[in-house]
Nanobody, 126 residues
Framework: VQLQAFGGGLVQAGGSLRLSCATS????????IGWFRQAPGKEREGVSC????????YYADSARGRFTISSDDVKNTEFLQMNSLKPEDTAVYYC????????????????????WGQGTQVTVSS
């Protein structure tokens, strides 16, 4: 199982970025994909998740209304469209996967995910 997040960069506040998570080595339809982020000096937090089994999705309060999770099931790639970015969104963003995982909220627990990719840095300037 392999995941690789990319698409991060430097953007001004109010701008947008689209992160991608390329996956391989597993049946995409059987997994739940989660997006997490970790800011300097802070714990890693769940941002959004999508279950390819039951098509459920969830957003953390910090992401709801600004971020959109989606996927290309042909290319086995997950996306996180981030709009109206704020300086507090600055973090390293990771994608992770778990077989047949839940995506119901109210939290997205990193402990439930057992496959992780390398992160991609997102920096939002004020």
């Amino acid at each position: 199982v392999q995941l690789q997040a990319f698409g991060g960069g430097l953007v001004q506040a109010g701008g947008s970025l689209r992160l991608s998570c390329a996956t391989s080595g597993f049946i995409f339809d059987d997994y739940t994909i989660g997006w997490f982020r970790q800011a300097p000096g802070k714990e890693r937090e769940g941002v959004s998740c999508f279950s390819h089994r039951d098509r459920s999705l969830y957003y953390a309060d910090s992401a709801r209304g600004r971020f959109t999770i989606s996927s290309d099931d042909v290319k086995n790639t997950e996306f996180l469209q981030m709009n109206s970015l704020k300086p507090e969104d600055t973090a390293v963003y990771y994608c992770a996967a778990v077989f047949d995982g839940f995506c119901l909220g109210p939290t997205i627990s990193e402990g439930e995910y057992n496959h992780w990719g390398q992160g991609t840095q997102v920096t939002v300037s004020s």
